[in-house]
């Protein structure tokens, strides 16, 4: 009996032992990793919170960017300045609107106006300059006779060859209410995807003869309403002359005159902030007063005019040395002439024959 139980004591005795042993393993085990211990080293997300920290003024700067300035602000400028104009037979000639703008623009610019080659119309080879001092501005006028507002859209990278500042569509002669706002989304779309940071100006064109293109400048008006574009109204300033038709061309309803066209570029000029100043009035010359001396030798006196050198010297007399007479007394002159001398004759005996 006492052999069992020392038996069940040794075998209790192991089993303890060997349970310490497995709890003491384990303990080893688990307090041994380091990966489960230190696991700051590998989350460390402080590094990249600063860094997304430096990266935050770049994208202030971004949305902090100076947002386009008006035409007006920058005609008032001393930039430089870049003006396209793509436009029909309207605004295509030499002496038609764009070039009354551009010589009113050089009141304090130095204007280059180029035109297009009627022979090549792709390419810019007249160069026309105005003005002497200022800031330089160029103005590419992209106007074509008998073209529609969708003669640009596939036409923008010649018709206007640098970025320009500020592009008017100048459309409506040739086209009808139901193509104009089509075509003018076509061209201001091309515009706008080749230049986005150009400012898009739409003309009310002036009446043509008796107005009969007033649908087609409504529909403009409309369409640039509805695409929020700002529109330069030169129907109006027409219009409030009182006699539009006075400003149309004689031979050609569709065109203006001369002394449209002035009005048309003096109303552009005006509705982009430009003031027109009166020309330098001309000299004028004051003449010194005559002296006495010099009227009274150029308008002799009567009282003078018998000593005057310019008055004819007196007939010679006929009568001899011996037997002259005295004329008679000489009667009062005329105001505006000497008086005549009138000669007096004796009679000679002649020579005494023997």
Known sequence: MHRFRGTDIWLGLLAVVVNVGLVVGVVLLTTGRPTIADPSPVIKTPSKTTTTTTQRPTTSTTTTAPTPRTPEALLASDAKVTIAVLGDQTSDGESEWVTAFSKLLAQDRKVTLNRLNPADPTTYTIKTSFGTAGPPTVVFNGSRADATADYATKRVPFLVPTTPDIVILNYGRNNSTGNVKKHLQNVASAVQTAYPSASILVTLQPP????????????????????????????????????????VSAADPEVLNARGDALWGETVFRLLGGTIRLPDPAPTTTLPAPSTTSSSTLFPSPSSSSSSSSAPPPPASTTSSSSSSTPPPATDPAPTEPPPIIPTFTANPGPTRG
């Open 208 to 247: 043509t003869r008796d107005d009969q293109d007033k649908k087609v400048r409504t529909a403009v008006a409309a369409w640039a309403a509805s695409k929020k574009l700002r529109t330069l109204d030169v129907a109006k300033a027409f219009i409030g002359t009182g006699d539009p038709n006075a400003y």
